[in-house]
């Protein structure tokens, strides 16, 4: 008797052990804050939003007159451009190009012009959108019925790529014309949101809207907030991913880095980005442009690197150690002359805090050496005011200066709850 209740029990459990193994292996619930039990199940599933329009949703573009906007990050899992995908697709007619800061292909540095071309490959006009104009005009969008948007963005504020979709997505409307948002993942996971919402008074090419510097949203989210909270009323669809899943960051996932431009090499780029891009906002201290580690270096000729580096890692940051480092820069700021400062390795990425790190840089270079570090006015648009420039010429502290933005920060993220996907 007690061997046959023995084994109604032992059969019991193991058919319980084998339901809950099954279930999370299928990637139970919609993926929106599942816990690492999820991760292997969401990613044998996922597809980009490129496969999914491919796979499942064709009909959206199908016989349609299709301009597309682009660059090399348009890629599926495989690494094939889209580009080369709807060229060679006889069900849909792609008619024109379209290439946002660094061009269709990439090539281009930083604030580079692009001008018009033909395509070699396909032989479709390419137009540009970091030229003459940062909108189409109505003679770029002729012969286009369906405006199709798919490029990687990095995950802050003052990546540009988000705001040539929001001027196309205005083109869209104001000629009629239907636009499509292929999404992507947030390569920095779609949970954090960190630093101040811009002033918009401080609104510009690298930072249009009262966004946080770093916005936990994806392209297609961003499309979907942008199209109602600024009104621009465009005949919007996102073609979501499947099984993305917002704790994910990009090595969680099936993919390959390629380089959104080209002082963005490395996923390492995007995570220290947020913060370190802040020092672009001074004259004479190099945030790495022209080393093989952009964003990664910072230094300057007159910084004493074990100095710098024993004052950062002093301030117990979480997920990131500093390394007293040297790099003579082959372009860009003090270019082809030895800087000092630090490398910044980020050992623990989800406890990593990329815009408070930032401001403690920019703030202990600054104390360390203010008669050297010069600012611009530039730091203003990339913070997004004009409060923490000053801030840190005063004297206060970066919990004092994080402190001033908290308000503004939680209003964001309630407002955003309405638009995301995932």
Do not use: C
Request: aromatic share 10%.
């Amino acid at each position: 008797m007690k061997s046959k209740r023995f084994l109604i029990m032992f059969l019991t459990i193991v058919l319980l052990i084998s339901t809950y193994t099954v279930a999370f292996g299928q990637g139970i619930g919609n993926g929106s804050t599942q816990g690492q039990g999820n991760k292997e199940g969401h990613k044998k599933q996922f597809k980009l939003g490129i496969e999914m329009l491919l796979e499942e949703q064709f009909d959206v573009i199908e016989g349609k007159n299709v301009g597309l906007i682009t660059n090399p990050t348009g890629v599926d899992r495989s690494l094939n451009s889209i580009v080369d995908l709807l060229h060679n697709d006889d069900r849909v007619n792609l008619t024109a190009l379209y290439g946002p800061e660094h061009g269709v292909r990439g090539d281009a540095q930083a604030g580079a012009y692009v001008p018009f071309y033909i395509d070699e490959v396909t032989n479709l006009p390419v137009y540009s959108l970091y030229g003459q104009t940062r909108k189409p005009t109505p003679e770029m969008l002729e012969d286009v019925d369906v405006l199709l948007f798919d490029i990687q963005d990095v995950g802050t504020r003052f990546y540009t790529y988000i705001y040539t979709m929001a001027y196309a997505m205005e083109a869209a409307q104001e000629n009629d014309i239907e636009f499509v948002v292929l999404d992507r993942p947030n390569p920095l996971g779609g949970l954090d949101v960190e630093g101040p919402v811009l002033d918009p008074n401080y609104s510009s090419f690298v930072g249009l809207y009262p966004i946080p510097l770093r916005h936990g949203m994806t392209v297609g989210e961003l499309a979907l907030y942008f199209n109602e909270e600024f009104e621009i009323g465009a005949d919007l669809t996102v073609v979501e991913m499947k099984r993305w899943n917002r704790s994910f960051k990009y090595d969680d996932l099936p993919l390959e880095w390629v380089l959104p431009s080209p002082n963005m090499p490395t996923l390492e780029t995007a995570l220290v980005y947020p913060g370190a891009a802040l020092i672009e906002g001074t004259t004479n201290v190099s945030e790495g442009r022209g080393t093989t580690k952009p964003f990664e270096l910072v230094g300057a000729p007159f910084i004493n690197s074990t100095e710098l580096a024993a004052e950062m890692n002093a301030i117990g940051l979480d997920g990131v150690i500093f390394r007293a480092a040297s790099f003579t820069p082959t372009f860009s700021k003090n270019a082809n002359t030895l800087s000092h400062g630090v490398q910044i390795h980020v050992t623990d990425p989800d406890n990593f805090n990329s815009v408070e790190m930032g401001l403690h840089l920019v703030k202990t270079i600054h104390d360390l050496y203010p008669e050297d570090i010069i600012f611009r006015s530039f730091f203003d648009n990339l913070i997004g005011n004009g409060e923490v420039r000053q801030q840190i010429l005063d004297g206060y502290s970066v919990a004092q200066i994080m402190a001033e933005w908290e308000d503004d920060l939680e209003e964001f993220k309630t407002k955003r709850e309405n638009y995301l996907l995932y």
